[in-house]
């Protein structure tokens, strides 16, 4: 039997802007912090420079980390995914870079030659004139503007292996769902994360969050779509546009978004697909029900095409749709992009379990490097952490998807259709 390849696609921040953002990792902010700061940033437009300051307590400083992006992944089931042989994380993943749509020549007539920095790999300016100086700098007596790049990634130099990961020791030889061990070994570290912050006046944390928030309840529709923080119909249509170029979707498959939120994206899919076809896992119901409620086009097409919604902070369908459900297609953006290590592994185990085992395809959304494409060191987080960031190292993340028996790999171009 033809084993299934289940593509898990990387993609990047919408728009090019950070947030400056100061929260413990297992510190659930409040929904007014989360949404007085969206609404901040959506006032004053694109383009902002904003920071991330991510608070390392352990390491007694704070470490500033800008939004970063990454390019896509695919993978397909291991043969023995038991982990009982140890083994490598797998290839590397290649560099890549992606230059703009549209573009005839890497630089623009008025600034010809490309450079790069004595270290670098790609070209990352054009200059006016064909002269380098020693050291960084790239034009020598010259102007320079960047090229026209839609994304540049750069891959660690060196990978582990997957017995070098202290998960992989603790996962050995057991059984799933292996997301439970790893959430039970990282609950203390959670409770510690917490105990520190509430010691320095940040309040109550919560120990291992999944994302459920409780205070959405009372939520409007405004409140409800700027919770997300995706620009409204245009990040949905560049996902439906993805999802098309890279998954093969026809409207007969049944098809699985992890993460609807208020439908952004889920309109254009509920739309392509046949009646019956989509289920939505998403832990805060209300973002779609309001969201719905107040757009007649979503709620005729909700009446047209039977959706069904699943609320649950686990990813699973299986409890509502039965443990022999099996999806053709699955989709998940911005969501393992903020997600602890123990939810990814979490994600991977319930697709190795509800794709289709003939051809069945996945794709969602992570951070392995900065908006240069430059990779950032894992932030091995222990809960929930929206509206910040969790980034991941590739060569782990291969190797988590290895022990829930499938297969990572990348695919960078399909970071396109989010950058147009």
Same mark, same amino acid.
């Given at each position: 039997?033809?084993?299934?390849v289940v593509?898990?696609?990387v993609?990047?921040?919408?728009t090019l802007f950070?947030?400056v ?9 409040s ?6 700061l ?5 006032e004053q437009?694109?383009g ?13 400083h704070?470490?500033e980390r800008p939004l970063?992006?990454?390019p896509?992944?695919a993978?397909e089931?291991?043969a023995?995914?038991?982990?009982a ?20 020549s890497?630089c ?7 450079f790069?920095q ?9 200059c006016t004139?064909q002269?380098r100086?020693?050291g960084?700098q790239?034009?020598?007596g ?6 026209p790049v839609?994304?540049v990634?750069?891959p660690p130099?060196?990978e ?5 990961f202290?998960w992989w ?8 769902p ?5 959430k039970?070994d ?6 510690a ?11 109550e944390g &919560?120990?291992?969050? $999944?994302?459920?928030?409780?205070? +959405?309840?009372? *939520?409007d529709t405004?409140?409800?779509?700027? /919770?997300?923080?995706?620009r409204?119909l245009v990040s949905g249509?560049q996902q439906m546009q993805g999802?098309k170029a890279f998954?093969g979707?026809a409207?007969?498959q ?7 939120g208020?439908?952004?994206a889920?309109?254009?899919f ?8 989509y ?8 973002l779609?029900r309001?969201s719905a409620?107040?757009n ?7 009446d047209q095409?039977?959706?069904e ?9 299986r409890p509502?749709?039965g443990d022999?459900? &099996?999806?053709?297609? $699955?989709?998940s953006?911005?969501? +393992?992009?903020? *997600?602890?290590?123990w939810?990814?592994?979490? /994600? ?5 379990a509800?794709i289709n085992?003939?051809?069945g ?7 392995f490097?900065?908006?240069?494409g ?13 509206p910040?960031?969790?980034y991941f190292?590739?060569g ?10 499938l297969h990572?790999e ?11």
């Amino acid at each position: 039997m033809k084993l299934p390849v289940v593509a898990l696609l990387v993609l990047a921040t919408l728009t090019l802007f950070t947030i400056v953002f100061l929260q413990s990792q297992a510190v659930g902010p409040s929904t007014d912090d989360i949404l007085n700061l969206l609404q901040s940033l959506h006032e004053q437009g694109e383009g902002i420079s904003v920071h991330i300051a991510r608070l390392e307590h352990r390491l007694g400083h704070l470490e500033e980390r800008p939004l970063g992006a990454a390019p896509a992944l695919a993978f397909e089931r291991e043969a023995d995914p038991s982990g009982a042989q140890g083994g490598s994380a797998g290839a590397p993943a290649e560099s890549a870079i992606l230059y703009a749509p549209g573009a005839t020549s890497l630089c623009p007539k008025s600034h010809p030659f490309p450079f790069r920095q004595d270290d670098g790999e790609f070209a990352r300016h054009c200059c006016t004139v064909q002269v380098r100086c020693q050291g960084h700098q790239e034009c020598c007596g010259g102007e320079q503007v960047p090229v026209p790049v839609t994304y540049v990634y750069e891959p660690p130099r060196e990978e582990l292996r997957c017995e070098d990961f202290s998960w992989w020791h603790l996962l050995k030889g057991k059984k799933g769902p292996l997301w439970q061990l790893m959430k039970a070994d990282a609950t203390p570290r959670s409770k510690a994360d917490s105990d520190a912050m509430k010691a320095m006046g940040y309040g109550e944390g &919560r120990i291992t969050w $999944a994302g459920e928030d409780g205070d +959405l309840q009372d *939520a409007d529709t405004a409140k409800a779509r700027l /919770y997300v923080g995706s620009r409204w119909l245009v990040s949905g249509s560049q996902q439906m546009q993805g999802a098309k170029a890279f998954m093969g979707l026809a409207p007969h498959q049944r098809f699985l978004e992890i993460g609807c939120g208020a439908l952004n994206a889920g309109q254009f899919f509920m739309d392509f697909f046949n009646p019956g076809s989509y289920v939505c896992v998403e832990p805060n119901d209300v973002l779609h029900r309001k969201s719905a409620a107040a757009n007649a086009s979503i709620t005729k097409i909700i009446d047209q095409k039977k959706p069904e919604f699943i609320t649950r902070d686990d990813f699973d369908p299986r409890p509502k749709m039965g443990d022999g459900y &099996r999806f053709d297609r $699955a989709w998940s953006h911005s969501v +393992l992009s903020h *997600a602890a290590d123990w939810q990814l592994m979490q /994600y991977f185990e319930v697709v190795a379990a509800t794709i289709n085992p003939d051809g069945g395809l996945a794709m969602a959304s992570l951070r392995f490097s900065d908006v240069n494409g430059v990779s950032m060191e894992a932030s091995h987080d222990h809960s929930w952490i929206y509206p910040s960031v969790s980034y991941f190292d590739f060569g782990e993340a291969r190797c988590l998807a290895r022990r829930a028996g499938l297969h990572l790999e990348a695919v960078p171009e399909a970071r396109l259709f989010h950058t147009q």
